[in-house]
């Protein structure tokens, strides 16, 4: 199993980014599919989740109207768009899954600042 997260980056408040994160190695349709953070000196926090098929969703209350969590079952991949940036959006992103155990990408670190 492996994912690898892309798209983080410097944007000033307000801007946005998409996050991708690329899977391999298992079914990637059958498996719902989550998106962590962790700011610095802070516990990782879930910031959204989707359904294997992409019918259901569920937003952290932080990033609620502010970001959009959706997958390709075709191409193993899932997103996470980011609008409405805030400083305290600034951490690293990770891509989760749970197949017996979890299995987390190596993250891609989002700075949100002017």
Partial sequence: VQLVESGGGLVQPGGSLRLSCV?????????PMRWYRQAPGSERELVASI???GSIT???DSV?????ISRDNAKSTVFLQMN??????T???YCNTFIRSDYWGKGTLVTVSS
């Fill in 84 to 89: 409405s940036l805030k400083v305290e959006d």
């Fill in 64 to 68: 609620k109207g502010r970001f959009t």
């Fill in 51 to 53: 359904s294997s098929t």
């Fill in 58 to 60: 569920n937003y952290g």
């Fill in 91 to 93: 951490a690293v992103y």
């Fill in 23 to 31: 899977t391999s190695g298992f079914s990637f349709s059958t498996y």
